[in-house]
T-cell receptor, first 110, second 115 residues
Framework: QKEVEQDPGPLSVPEGAIVSLNCTYSNSAFQYFMWYRQYSRKGPELLMYTYSSGNKEDGRFTAQVDKSSKYISLFIRDSQPSDSATYLCAMVTGGFKTIFGAGTRLFVKA | DAGVIQSPRHEVTEMGQEVTLRCKPISGHDYLFWYRQTMMRGLELLIYFNNNVPIDDSGMPEDRFSAKMPNASFSTLKIQPSEPRDSAVYFC?????????????FGAGSRLTVL
């Protein structure tokens, strides 16, 4: 079993839809929970991160962490074609070891 | 700062040849990571350094792979001999400890094709 599980998709939605992306993890040592976005033929870039259970909002993006269930989510409101990318969840241990999920490919249709 | 700089951007080589990938991290960053990305396996952590010292190389697939960081501004990932299954995009990323969360800044990647 992988430490971080993420459905690779692809996920296709119409413009304006609410998108829900999810990851599960097995290692209780993970301390930080991150979401990166990767456009085609580019390196991943950080979207947002959280430390504790609960919600964190940044514009149209909301990150949610449930440590008791070992489950994290990223919600995108009012999705735009420019949001089309691969979204990778990442988990960080206290020693800065960062493990990524497989990434979910998202397509937002105009 | 120009960000994390990787070279070469593209490399095509034949099986059995030696491949060297290079990375210049962001100045002041004290962590450096090497990842490999494929469609089948996603983004895999190969090795990471703190203050030029390797901390965890458990992701290095086999002895054909080696990585060095001779100083704070340069790292190499070497594959010798290369095999077709090594074809992937290799990313270097750097971060600094005071960020707390380990926010990684990635380079543009080196796309390796082994024929």
């Amino acid at each position: 079993q992988k430490e971080v599980e993420q459905d690779p998709g692809p996920l296709s939605v119409p413009e304006g839809a609410i998108v829900s992306l999810n990851c599960t993890y097995s290692n209780s040592a993970f301390q930080y929970f991150m979401w990166y976005r990767q456009y085609s033929r580019k390196g991943p870039e950080l979207l947002m991160y959280t430390y504790s259970s609960g919600n964190k909002e940044d514009g149209r993006f909301t990150a949610q962490v449930d440590k008791s269930s070992k489950y994290i989510s990223l919600f995108i409101r009012d999705s735009q074609p420019s949001d089309s990318a691969t979204y990778l969840c990442a988990m960080v241990t206290g020693g800065f070891k960062t493990i990524f999920g497989a990434g979910t490919r998202l397509f937002v249709k105009a | 700062d120009a960000g994390v700089i990787q070279s070469p951007r593209h490399e095509v080589t034949e099986m059995g040849q030696e491949v060297t990938l290079r990375c210049k991290p962001i100045s002041g960053h004290d962590y450096l990571f090497w990842y490999r990305q494929t469609m089948m396996r996603g983004l895999e952590l190969l090795i990471y350094f703190n203050n030029n010292v390797p901390i965890d190389d458990s992701g290095m697939p086999e002895d054909r792979f080696s990585a060095k960081m001779p100083n704070a501004s340069f790292s190499t990932l070497k594959i010798q001999p290369s095999e077709p299954r090594d074809s992937a995009v290799y990313f270097c990323a750097s971060s600094f400890q005071s960020s707390g969360a380990n926010v990684l800044t990635f380079g543009a990647g080196s796309r390796l094709t082994v024929l």
